[in-house]
């Protein structure tokens, strides 16, 4: 019997949280990733396929501003920056989906700075 990596057992747990968390056209479903230098965020319409909004730490325009914050502070940002743009293409109430990964930390950061920016989940 092969041994499970942390990443093998992660999946396995996204997997049996998404037979119950599915996003639709009213309450689509923010996706959140990390790996070990950035974090993104997604906010999908599982009906269509499609996804609404993005925001991550590898975009272009993170290179110039946000260096020298915590990867707390900088999942924080994210989720203030796709909170935002979900408000803008009239998204307001999602349904979180945390990848697998504990509510904590970067997750617990970026779920929190969406709240307070405006979305409801």
Do not use: C
């Amino acid at each position: 019997m092969a041994k499970r990596t942390p990443r093998d057992l992660r999946v396995r747990r996204h997997r049996r949280l998404r037979k119950r968390v599915n996003g639709t056209t009213e309450r689509p479903r923010l996706n959140v990733f990390r790996s070990n230098q950035h974090i993104y965020a997604q906010v999908i319409d599982d009906v269509v396929g499609n996804t609404i909004v993005a925001a991550s730490t590898s975009e272009k325009a993170w290179a110039e501003g946000d260096n020298g914050k915590t990867k707390s502070e900088q999942a924080a940002i994210v989720g203030r920056l796709v909170a935002e743009r979900a408000l803008k293409a009239g998204v307001t109430k999602v349904v979180f989906d945390r990848g697998g990964y504990k509510y904590h930390g970067r997750v617990k950061a970026l779920a929190e700075a969406a709240r307070e920016a405006g979305l409801s989940f």
